[in-house]
């Protein structure tokens, strides 16, 4: 399990009000104290660690509007999952962080990446660090974030391109000015998966601050050969330069070495939809020592922040980062022919090498005018992107086997699907304008130009066939926020963004009859509700629409190949809670009701876009030492592919119950016990097409010590 984080309530004698930090490894808010207190001896200030702060799992998202704006002002559905809650939950990858946050299902990614479905846009690329874009497929880790924000709706006017359903933002901790700390944490899983983790936090003098952020883990889950080993650190160094500035440099290094599993295949039934194959949970159609998944990145983050006038702030961000990217696989090519049948297998391996550099400055000033108060937005954007994609195909022998004990000998790789190299640079200036016109009254309008600019080389053919496309689109958003009480608040909003023809990976290149296509595009309308009863609690209610037109998706048979399926619509009604409900009570609810199809007709449903999702999760602190958490997912039936056809492959319903037992040993040391699928249900969790299935895990333990010092 990563190591995440938490922040820690920490109180300065008298220098000043207590300072919430973004600290050390998660869990260790969770041990202490419910109570703050300040302390002073001998005349010297002494820092005091107190416990949970009141609103653990309540937060607000900066980069929902790049503003800093409350989550009750903001025009649209922001949830926000904090440290504290994924510590609770010992959730382990951003998977597990977003089967708890409504409008979003979780894809299977191959077996070699974070694949999501956002109000039915399924994407591999919406993904975000601290506010840049982090496109490149690979399993994210959580050990060094301080939250994970989901944003909804199009977001091209801040985040640029393909945020079409919405993004993924992980915001990690920094380095933090005069505090000496740290922590560390080990955990051992009952699948026989270990991990162990540190983070330290370290003053350099007044005005400079290091941090180091770092964690090990052993991959095992409860499928045939899965394996791996991961790790990543994470140093920082915090400079303020002058008064009111302050500049950051950090680099991460991660490094994953995996099984890649596809899952199971689905089965025939007469004159119903493909199920997904019964049986022994655990058994693996792939080939061992072939199915594989590595990636090594190397990401170097630059920043300056500061104030040019009072009430006029300043922040670049400027990133490098290198992923170079391996994955093979053996997989279900087919349906069984029954339960007890054969199966057809076919087999790829794929090579990907990217290089960003990405630099974004936003400048944000808050103004009256014309009797109004005023936060405008202006920013610009520049990033280069260059890729290099290989994938070859192979012939597995034999290339049918026994459903009930798979087992192919060999793979020859004998095909080049493709071979790319490509290089994107885009150019983007927004603007955007948070007009207060009444107490009761906020409206706010923007805009976003983009310049994208795409070309390759496809290297299979000869000669060298070039090709290349550029599409310049405006991106504009607006909303009303009304504010009848203190409490509520009433919002519309509109927003538009754009999907270029070069999809999400920019590796499958532009085949003939695409060249000549636009980019795909979305429209969202969306109203909703916010209530606020108390600073630690919000609830949302929303109602939306997502248009898209110009629309692709991966042939149900063959993911390669993208068919241009015209226009579709998703509606959907999203709800949420979460904060703290009562003095000892945290809460994190949602549900979402989705309708996804294709416009004109209703009988092609989208994928991976189920009609229902409920889930909560409440820890209630019992007594000061022990504390008891419970959780609970629900997802109704879902197609695995786009539904084309009769036998499209349904996904049934299922229902999850997780627990959580936490005893705070000393006021410095925790020991926590999670329990996963308390009753042992056998469900489907998630697909990446028809044939490709993952088997929900049975029944499981993970056991957590964090300690702080």
């Known amino acids: 399990m990563e190591m995440q984080y938490w922040r820690l309530l920490l109180v300065a004698g008298s220098k000043g009000p ?10 260790i808010a969770a041990m202490l104290p419910l109570s703050a207190a300040a302390a002073t001896e001998g005349g010297q200030d002494a820092i005091v660690v107190t416990g949970k702060r009141d609103n653990p799992y309540r937060a607000d998202a900066a980069a929902a509007t790049k503003t800093n704006t409350p989550l009750e002002d903001t025009p649209q559905t922001v949830s926000v999952v904090t440290a504290e809650r994924i510590a609770d939950g010992a959730l382990r990858s951003v998977a597990d962080v ?32 601290d506010g840049v874009r982090d496109d490149v497929e690979y399993f994210r880790p959580l050990y060094n974030l301080a939250r994970v924000e989901v944003i909804k709706g199009p977001n091209a006017l801040l985040f640029g391109r393909g945020s079409g359903g919405g993004v993924i933002n992980r915001v990690t901790v920094r380095p933090e000015l005069g505090l000496t700390q740290g922590a560390a944490q080990a955990g051992v899983s009952s699948f026989g998966g270990a991990d162990a983790g540190l983070g330290l936090n370290l003053p350099l003098g007044r005005t400079t601050a290091a941090r180091v952020d770092a964690f090990y883990e052993r991959l095992q889950n409860h499928r045939a050969y899965f394996g791996g080993d991961r790790w990543a650190v994470n140093p920082q160094l915090l400079v303020e330069i002058a008064p009111n500035w302050r500049a950051g440099l950090a680099y991460e290094h991660v490094q994953d070495v995996r099984v890649a599993d596809r899952g199971v295949p689905s089965i025939e039934v007469p004159n119903a939809p493909n199920r997904p194959l019964p049986g022994d949970r655990r058994t693996f159609f792939g080939l061992p020592g072939f199915n594989s998944a590595r990636l090594a990145a190397d990401i ?19 990133r490098y980062a290198e992923y170079d990217k391996s994955y093979a696989n053996v997989y279900p090519d087919a349906p069984a022919t029954s339960p007890t049948g054969t199966v057809a297998l076919a087999a790829y391996a794929n090579r990907t090498h990217r290089r960003n550099l990405i630099v974004q400055s936003n400048i944000v000033a808050k103004r009256r005018l014309l009797g109004a108060e005023h936060t405008l937005l202006v920013g610009a954007e520049y990033g280069s992107q260059a890729s290099t994609g290989r994938e070859v195909e192979g012939t ?56 994208f600019a795409f070309k390759g080389d496809d290297l299979i053919t000869t000669p060298i066939r070039p090709f290349a496309r550029t599409d310049s689109n405006f991106s504009p958003r607006f909303g009303v926020v009304f504010k009848p009480t203190d409490k509520v608040r009433l919002y519309g909003s509109y927003a538009r963004s ?65 068919l241009n399926i015209g226009a579709t619509r998703t509606e959907g009604v999203e709800a949420e809670v979460t904060g703290r409900l009562l003095p000892t009570l945290d809460v994190s609810a949602g549900y979402t009701w989705l309708d996804a ?10 994928a991976q876009t189920p009609r229902a999702r409920a889930s909560v999760w409440a820890r209630w602190q019992a007594t000061p030492r022990f504390g008891l958490g419970a959780g609970l997912v629900h997802q109704s039936s879902q197609w695995a592919a786009i539904r084309t056809e009769p036998t499209t492959t349904l996904l049934p319903a299922y229902t999850r119950l997780d627990v959580a037992l936490l005893y705070r040993v ?28 993952s088997t929900g895990a049975p029944i499981n333990a993970r056991l957590t010590v964090r300690t702080g010092f």
């Open 18 to 27: 207590p300072l919430l930090r973004y600290g050390l490894p998660l869990g």
């Open 498 to 562: 754009f999907q270029p023809r070069s999809g999400d990976q920019f590796v499958e290149g532009l085949i003939a009859d695409e060249r000549n296509l636009e980019p795909e595009s979305y429209q969202n309308y969306e109203v909703g509700v916010k209530w606020q009863p108390t600073p630690a609690l919000i609830a949302t209610v929303a109602a939306f629409r997502l248009d898209r037109t110009n629309a692709t998706t991966p042939a149900p048979d063959n993911p390669l190949v993208l």
């Open 300 to 318: 170097t983050t630059a920043r300056l922040d500061g104030e040019l006038a009072p009430g006029v702030t300043w922040s670049t961000i400027a």
């Open 597 to 606: 199809r294709l416009r004109g007709n209703d009988a092609v449903r989208l």
């Open 666 to 693: 000393s006021a410095r040391t925790q020991v926590q016990l999670n329990v996963e699928n308390l009753a042992n249900t056998r469900y489907y969790s998630d697909a990446y097409d028809n044939n490709n299935i």
């Open 98 to 129: 977003l089967r708890y946050v409504p409008g979003v299902t979780v894809g299977q990614g191959e077996g070699n990446t974070d694949q999501i479905a956002i109000r039915g846009q399924v994407t591999t690329a919406s993904f975000f660090l």
């Open 396 to 451: 597995v022998t034999p290339g049918s086997v026994s459903v009930l004990t798979p087992a192919p000998s060999m793979v020859a790789l004998d095909e080049v699907a493709f071979d790319l190299r490509t290089q994107v640079d885009f150019f983007s200036l927004y603007v955007q304008d948070q007009v207060s016109l009444a107490s009761w009254l906020d409206v706010i309008a923007g805009v976003r130009w983009d310049r």
